[in-house]
């Protein structure tokens, strides 16, 4: 059941699931918490208290924000985790990966530990060389910045399409419906516009200040990087020593907890069982 939260400058939509250990969970931009899905049932079903949350301007939470940065989202996070009785793990996707490290470490008392899926946590170039010889990353960083440019909900479908390389779920063309009904929406595809050309520097600036332990993961074949797995590794070399740790996901895009949700629940209570919080 959909629940609301009032932030100043709008409001935030979430549901709760489980009893234990308070796990939230931030899609990226252009998505909604539905992503979540079915690593959420799983960790519910494994004695986890589950909150998954739609990031402003998306799904049901509202449009209208003054701003729409990865501080901004980390604020409505930790907002939410206090309403819910913190301190929890966060993980986050994509854009909210950045936004789980700015929470850590503005307030290290609400967050255990945080997942990082995928995370654009760092200041990103375009590698104009990858780009002539890496046919995977060059499709990619061109439908990533044509939807954004383009404000496109088609070109954001054909870009989700190539994230999701090889295995699909099997609700993959119905779940992608969805999504486009919503991005059609009055004002979401310029959220994502706006998100999307924002900088994660507010992200990177942070990364050595964090103070609980992390988990970045990332999809072997994600078309957004040319190197998946050395940006996940440069992410954690950024974390205070002994904090991170890396693992990459086989035959995963952008989206390994879409395409491979047991893998990624699996490694998250993996994690949080190296990690346990009294």
């Not at 709760?16 to 931009?29: D, E, N, T």
């Not at 890396?246 to 995963?252: F, P, Q």
Request: charged fraction near 20%; hydrophobic fraction near 45%; aromatic fraction near 6%.
């Amino acid at each position: 059941m959909t629940e609301f939260l009032e932030i100043d400058g709008g409001r935030l939509a979430y549901d709760v699931s489980g009893q234990g250990r308070l796990i939230v969970l931030a899609p990226g931009m252009g998505n909604t918490r539905s992503v979540y899905r079915e690593v959420a049932e799983r960790l519910v079903a494994s004695g986890y208290r589950v909150a998954c949350a739609d990031l402003r301007g998306h799904g049901e939470s509202t449009v209208g924000w003054p701003t729409y940065t990865r501080t901004d989202t980390a604020g409505d996070l930790l907002a939410l985790i206090r309403h819910l009785g913190g301190p929890a793990v966060l993980v986050g996707h994509s854009f909210a990966g950045g936004s789980a490290t700015i929470a850590a470490a503005r307030e290290p008392e609400l967050i255990d530990a945080i997942v990082e899926i995928s995370p654009f946590t760092r200041a990103q170039k375009v590698d104009a060389k990858a780009l002539l010889s890496n046919a995977r990353y060059r499709k990619g960083t061109t439908l990533l910045l044509g939807a954004c440019l383009l404000r496109s909900v088609g070109v954001w479908k054909r870009y989700l399409a190539l994230a999701y390389p090889g295995t699909k779920p099997a609700d993959f063309a119905a779940y992608v419906a969805d999504l486009g009904v919503d991005l059609s929406r009055p004002g979401r595809m310029a959220v994502v516009a706006k998100m999307g050309m924002s900088a994660p520097t507010d992200a990177g600036a942070v990364l050595g200040d964090i103070r609980c332990p992390a988990l970045v993961i990332e999809g072997a074949l994600d078309p957004d990087w040319p190197d998946p797995a050395a940006e996940g590794a440069a992410i954690v070399a950024a974390m205070p020593a002994g904090l991170g740790r890396l693992e990459v996901v086989e035959g995963a895009g952008h989206y390994a907890h879409g395409q491979f949700p047991e893998r990624v629940a699996d490694a998250i209570q993996a994690f949080l069982a190296a990690n346990a919080h009294d």
